[in-house]
């Protein structure tokens, strides 16, 4: 089975080197390709590519940005590279991660299977200490994640997916008006069409995450409003008494963020999750969803702030 390899990029020039390194340690001996989805770098990321042609001969690059238009997102980079893609599967990875040696083999192998595949995130390997104590065992790092609310499905992080190609064709497009959570959209509409998420131990992606304080606050921002837009999507109202919870929750945060200025590890949690807090308080305003005593849908009921639970 020929797979493709989905890297996009956009000036992914400090980590890209990393990533590609690691593609051309792949111990899998099946037919692939790779397709890196340059979305308009200014950087010298493509330079670097292209200096990988040796090393990596079935490297094609294709463009997701059309100037003089606006550059979109990284769904719309992992939809052209799907577009571009000539395998019966694909599998995607980044530019700032560094999957393992054997990550194509076991993708493969777990893809022979089952249809839809992903694997574990390590964030030991890229992620200095304070990161790590941060985000503790890390999502993904042993199970899947679930949503405990509709459709009550796990979901895979994009960054470590891998599809057949009947997913694609019966599914359709990764839906490009999610900026951040079009995986966890991308993995339910692919379980409600009837496609099992199977997770592929040997599968590992060594995750980087953010390190700067106002980053890791603007990224999980971004996550909030994209869960708010998540809950549109499957019909999952706000409890009665929600919103002013939340607004409650984050005024309690900013008063005790100066408590945890002293340790990092602590300052940048307490950032992620107020970030979270203030991006789906903006998603639940922006995207109008009602309180369940006007929907009348009790069993779509959320009256607690949204989390994630292990499957």
């Known amino acids: 089975?020929?797979?493709?390899?989905?890297?996009?990029?956009?000036?992914?020039?400090?980590?890209?080197?990393?990533?590609?390194?690691?593609?051309?340690?792949?111990?899998?001996?099946?037919?692939?390709e790779l397709i890196v989805v340059n979305n308009g770098s200014t950087d010298n990321s493509m330079e670097i590519v292209q200096s990988y042609r040796d090393r990596l001969p079935n490297i094609r690059i294709v463009d997701a940005y059309v100037p003089p238009g606006p550059r979109l997102g990284v769904s719309h980079s992992y939809n052209v590279g799907l577009q571009s893609a000539t395998g019966a599967a694909f599998v995607f990875c980044e530019a700032d991660d560094e999957i393992a040696d054997t990550w194509l083999q076991m993708m493969a192998e777990a893809l022979a299977?089952?249809?839809?595949?992903?694997?574990?995130?390590d964030y030991t390997r890229l992620n200095e200490p304070w990161i790590q104590e941060m985000h503790g065992g890390g999502a993904q790092s042993e199970e899947l994640m679930r949503v405990n609310h509709a459709p009550y499905l796990p979901f895979a992080y994009g960054c470590n997916l891998g599809l057949r190609?009947?997913?694609?064709?019966?599914?359709?497009?990764?839906?490009?008006?999610?900026?951040?959570?079009?995986?966890?959209?991308?993995?339910?509409r692919a379980q409600l069409a009837g496609f099992d998420l199977h997770f592929q131990r040997g599968a590992v992606v060594h995750y980087r995450v953010r390190h700067?304080?106002?980053?890791?606050?603007?990224?999980?921002?971004?996550?909030?409003?994209?869960?708010?837009?998540?809950?549109?999507?499957?019909?999952?109202?706000?409890?009665?008494?929600?919103?002013?919870?939340?607004?409650?929750?984050v005024l309690f945060s900013l008063l005790r963020l100066p408590l945890a200025l002293n340790d990092k590890a602590k300052?940048?949690?307490?950032?992620?999750?107020?970030?979270?807090?203030?991006?789906?308080?903006?998603?639940?305003?922006?995207?109008?969803?009602?309180?369940?005593?006007?929907?009348?849908?009790?069993?779509?009921?959320?009256?607690?702030?949204?989390?994630?639970?292990?499957?």
């Open 1 to 32: 089975m020929k797979l493709s390899v989905i890297l996009p990029c956009y000036n992914g020039g400090a980590t890209i080197a990393v990533q590609l390194d690691a593609l051309a340690s792949q111990t899998y001996a099946g037919e692939w």
């Open 113 to 121: 299977s089952h249809a839809l595949v992903t694997g574990p995130l």
């Open 165 to 188: 190609r009947q997913v694609y064709e019966t599914v359709g497009e990764i839906d490009e008006s999610f900026p951040c959570a079009w995986d966890m959209d991308y993995s339910f």
């Open 212 to 249: 700067q304080l106002k980053a890791i606050f603007r990224q999980s921002r971004n996550w909030g409003r994209d869960s708010a837009l998540i809950r549109k999507r499957y019909r999952v109202g706000m409890g009665k008494l929600e919103l002013p919870h939340r607004i409650g929750t």
């Open 267 to 311: 300052l940048a949690r307490s950032l992620f999750d107020l970030g979270w807090q203030v991006g789906e308080i903006e998603g639940l305003i922006q995207h109008f969803i009602v309180p369940w005593f006007v929907q009348r849908q009790k069993s779509a009921v959320f009256r607690k702030p949204l989390s994630y639970t292990k499957s």
